[in-house]
């Protein structure tokens, strides 16, 4: 059983930061690739930031003022959010691409951290 558990969100005022954790944890063989997601209210999910194979990219709406870092030691990826802005307020999901002890791919989410920017 793989479990990805986030941690570290709460109520900012603009400008501020917060550092997002997501801890993966399980039977797991490898990690191949982990990404941080929001869904503002009544919007769909959207892609904040991922490391992938060529390196860790963000979103342009976040790019200068967020940044993702993983300790792969540690099966953990974290969202550094800085000068929150209230268009940030949303839930945020940590999504990984993971394989299992029994060397079977499959895609995990956790079960999200609300952020919510406000004066």
């Known amino acids: 059983q793989v479990q990805l558990v986030e941690s570290g969100g709460g109520l900012v005022r603009p400008g501020g930061s917060l550092r997002l954790s997501c801890a993966a944890s399980?039977?797991?063989?490898?990690?191949?690739?982990m990404a941080w997601y929001r869904q503002p209210p009544g919007k769909e999910r959207e892609l904040v930031a991922a490391?992938?194979?060529?390196?860790?990219h963000a979103a342009d709406s976040v790019k200068g003022r967020f940044s993702m870092s993983r300790d792969k030691a540690k099966n953990t990826a974290y969202l550094q959010m800085n000068n929150l802005k209230p268009e940030d307020t949303a839930v945020y999901y940590c999504?990984?691409?993971?394989?299992?002890?029994?060397?079977?791919?499959?895609?995990?989410w956790g079960q999200g951290t609300q952020v919510t920017v406000s004066s």
């Open positions: 490391d992938i194979s060529t390196g860790t």
């Open positions: 999504n990984a691409d993971i394989v299992d002890s029994a060397y079977l791919v499959a895609d995990y």
């Open positions: 399980g039977s797991i063989f490898m990690i191949n690739t």
